[in-house]
């Protein structure tokens, strides 16, 4: 399964993006689908996930905010961020695997940069 995550940039605080992560090669409909967060100098952590039946989880964090979707017609997952914080600042990236529990994610796309400024 081949990632690539979209539409990062730079916010001020309050503001919103959306993040789309585009998904190839696979039974799209099979697979979990994470957003994961790494701000600089920290560990990367999970933000939102959703099963291959639109089951979701988020992190305490962003719960409220953010909102995690996927569309299995078109492989394609969303995360909706509102509210945006300064410490929302970070690189996501999607990343997929048939268990929605896993703690290792198998597959991963490339991250793309949210920066919010206050």
């Known amino acids: 399964v081949q990632l690539q995550a979209s539409g990062g940039g730079q916010v001020q605080a309050g503001g919103y993006l959306r993040l789309s992560c585009a998904a190839s090669g696979g039974t799209f409909s099979n697979y979990a689908v994470g957003w994961f967060r790494q701000p600089p100098g920290k560990e990367r952590k999970l933000v939102a996930a959703?099963?291959?039946?639109?089951?979701?989880k988020y992190g305490d964090s962003v719960k409220g905010r953010f909102t995690i979707s996927r569309d299995n017609a078109k492989n394609m997952v969303y995360l909706q961020m509102n509210s945006l914080k300064p410490e929302d600042t970070a690189v996501y990236y999607c990343a997929a695997d048939m268990n929605y529990w896993s703690t290792s994610y198998l597959y991963w796309g490339l991250g793309t940069q949210v920066t919010v400024s206050s």
């Open positions: 959703i099963s291959g039946r639109g089951v979701v």
